[in-house]
């Protein structure tokens, strides 16, 4: 199947710094990406989605000035925490569709931030 | 909108059948995942169905739509320790994949 790879699986960082997560996708044109945060023992929550070339569509109550994602490329999305918190610790995975793979959904390894 | 539901926990012995069951409500829905995630890991897609369909199965595992009620299960044959992890099931009716909140399957020995 095809392969999206996450990057870093593990970060810590300070707080009010700010670290970046890439997904690629490595095998096929990715054309929307999308972005979940997972809270322990939760379920994945939906942050973006992001279409090569535009902006990216925001779920309610997501801070785009705090989560923001750049789809540059048909194969890189990369998700920036900007001046992190201990509160945006999380769980982040990506994932990824092409229009050459139907509608499956690929996933990433996923992030594990810790801000401390 | 949309809603996914699944039970939290499910223990099943080495050797038996898993059965995992989710509802959803939108009936427009397309296609249906399973998705499985071992600890501190993303996600794997372990199987989908299309929604004309009403039985796949892919080796030990089986999933099963009824359209009717909007139930869609996934069944694990000879269920071994290996499989415990998070089952995640998931529907796509937009864009984004809607997920129920996971079913923990735990293999006892």
């Known amino acids: 199947g095809a392969v999206v790879s996450q990057h870093p699986s593990r970060v810590i960082c300070k707080s009010g710094t700010s670290v970046k997560i890439e997904c690629r996708s490595l095998d096929f044109q990715a054309t929307t990406m999308f972005w979940y945060r997972q809270f322990p023992k939760q379920s994945l929550m939906l942050m973006a989605t992001?279409?090569?070339?535009?902006?990216?569509?925001?779920e309610q109550g997501v801070e785009k000035d705090k989560f923001l994602i750049n789809h540059a490329s048909l194969t890189l999305s990369t998700l920036t925490v900007t001046s992190a918190h201990p509160e945006d610790s999380s769980f982040y995975i990506c994932s990824a569709r092409g229009t050459g793979k139907g509608t499956e959904a690929f996933f990433g390894q996923g992030t594990r931030l810790t801000v401390v | 909108g949309e809603d996914v539901e699944q039970s939290l926990f499910l223990s099943v012995r080495e050797g038996d059948s898993s059965v995992i069951n989710c509802t959803y409500t939108?009936?427009?829905?397309?296609?249906l995942y399973w998705y499985k995630q071992e600890p501190g890991a993303g996600l794997q897609l372990l199987t989908y169905i299309f929604s004309n369909m009403d039985m796949k199965q892919d080796q030990r595992l089986t999933v099963l739509l009824n359209k009717k009620d909007k139930h869609l299960s996934l069944r694990i044959a000879d269920t071994q320790t290996g499989d415990s992890a998070i089952y995640f099931c998931a529907e796509i009716v937009n864009t984004p994949l809607v997920f129920g909140k996971g079913t923990r399957l735990s293999v006892i020995a």
């Open positions: 939108d009936s427009s829905s397309t296609y």
């Open positions: 992001s279409n090569e070339g535009s902006k990216a569509t925001y």
